[in-house]
T-cell receptor, first 114, second 119 residues
């Protein structure tokens, strides 16, 4: 049973560039959430996708956008990168909008902005 | 808005001993879930234990148990018979009950406690 997979695992960008991170949810899951985890901090909720639409959003600017595809996989896009965007980006999948609260996480994509 | 506070940035415990990690939270909700997640050095975070606020009985999962004090808004995790594989970051987390959130969920995490199990 494939778990949550994310790509790439590491990447380095410069300020002002754009980045796309990808996530495949656990088999059978239909909901994908994205979290940003800065060094030494807990994950911060970015947004959640269900039925190909953004359903909830945390306190992140419009530079952060996403997409969910018919096969439930998802992308996170960040435009006009800032130094402060350096973080581990975690994808979490769940079933039925995450009603029971259990999230299954991927190993994350480590983004470094220079 | 909900907040989750973990006041112990780092802790250590001898193998086979018992350790308790603390967590407090602030919310005006009456129905919600609380969680402890574990993030080992390999980074993949996994759920350790879950507590539903309307259940008075404390949740238990093998060596892991919680002490849930709803009035005090306290939710501690006890790890018994600590093992080397328990070494990880532990995050306390909160989520509103889905009936009160429009059906869509977000989880609020604390800043974590780094637990080191010493051989």
């Amino acid at each position: 049973d494939a778990g949550v997979t994310q790509s790439p695992t590491h990447l380095i960008k410069t300020r002002g560039q754009q980045v796309t991170l990808r996530c495949s949810p656990k088999s059978g899951h239909d909901t994908v959430s994205w979290y940003q985890q800065a060094l030494g901090q807990g994950p911060q909720f970015i947004f959640q996708y269900y039925e190909e639409e953004e359903r909830q959003r945390g306190n992140f600017p419009d530079r952060f956008s996403g997409h969910q595809f018919p096969n439930y996989s998802s992308e996170l896009n960040v435009n006009a990168l800032l130094l402060g965007d350096s973080a581990l980006y975690l994808c979490a999948s769940s079933l039925d909008r995450g009603r029971d609260g259990e999230l299954f996480f991927g190993e994350g994509s480590r983004l470094t902005v220079l | 808005a909900q907040t989750v506070t973990q006041s112990q940035p780092e802790m250590s415990v001898q193998e086979a001993e018992t350790v308790t990690l603390s967590c407090t939270y602030d919310t005006s909700e009456s129905n919600y879930y609380l969680f402890w997640y574990k993030q080992p050095p390999s980074r993949q975070m996994i759920l350790v234990i879950r507590q539903e606020a309307y259940k008075q009985q404390n949740a238990t999962e093998n060596r892991f148990s919680v002490n849930f004090q709803k009035a005090a808004k306290s939710f501690s995790l006890k790890i018994s018979d600590s093992q080397l594989g328990d070494t990880a970051m532990y995050f306390c987390a909160f989520m509103k009950h889905f009936r009160f959130s429009g059906g869509y969920q977000k989880v609020t995490f604390g800043t974590g406690t780094k637990l080191q199990v010493i051989p």
